[in-house]
């Protein structure tokens, strides 16, 4: 079985050293075959805070690693570099692209940049990439999983949250689920959970899920929700096809990662491609 961790707005900057050993700890108990960095990688885009964050990924040991900068990797107080190369400290760190994709014969993953340098906190994504993901997800094999990932979420499960919804998600779900994908991946509010949005979406028409992770390393938590990750396992085998959804949660009286809820993500080959 064949393992993707998901970590998002670590913050570094504002990363927590104990929670840093312990997710160190926790790659290598679980040796997962992908790392997914769906953004706020820094706190304010600092040449040192970028340094800091690679340094750690590659100390995890993960073979190999799709990431993407979020509104945090932008600099916010620097007018000049803001407009002029938002994304040059991210791109020496993690680059060399801006939207990558990654694929294995179990797995096709595609990110897309929905930040924007005029937007200090709101996500958006555009037609143009919306057909991208659509033509790179209708070039996948049958065993593989199919996944989006972005930084702001397509779903929330909660009014509040609803003004960090990512703009232009209603076409992009519907666009992306035609196409065959399972899974959009997410980060951005810091707040775990996973939903099914063919039960969210009037008319979707086919099973696609919504996987949101919380800060994995931040001292910014929410106060319902420390830090956090998943751990995705899939095998391509398994009838009826499906891949497991492990959150783990930082305990602070143990020191340690632990598994807190545990889900069954169904896939849907029979509805679409």
Known sequence: MRSL????DPHFGTALPLV???LFQLAQAQRP???VLSGDITQRA???QFSEARAFCDRLGIPRMLSLPGNHDIPLFNPFQRLCSPYARYLRAFGPDLESALQTPWLRMVSV???????????EVSASQIARVVADLQKAEPGQLRVVVVHQPVYVLRAEDEHDRLRGWEAAVRAWAAAGADIVM???IHLPYVSELSSCVAGLGRRIWCVQAGTALSSRVRQEAPNSVNLLRYDAGSLPQQCQLQRWDYRAAT???EVVQTSA?????????
């Open 5 to 8: 961790l998901h970590i998002s």
């Open 20 to 22: 840093m050993e312990a």
């Open 33 to 35: 075959d992908i790392l």
């Open 46 to 48: 600092g040449a040192t």
């Open 113 to 123: 940049k929905t930040t924007r340098r005029w937007r200090h906190k709101n996500g």
């Open 186 to 188: 997410g980060g951005h």
């Open 255 to 257: 020191g340690r990662f």
């Open 265 to 273: 993500l169904l896939l849907d080959r029979a509805n679409g491609p």
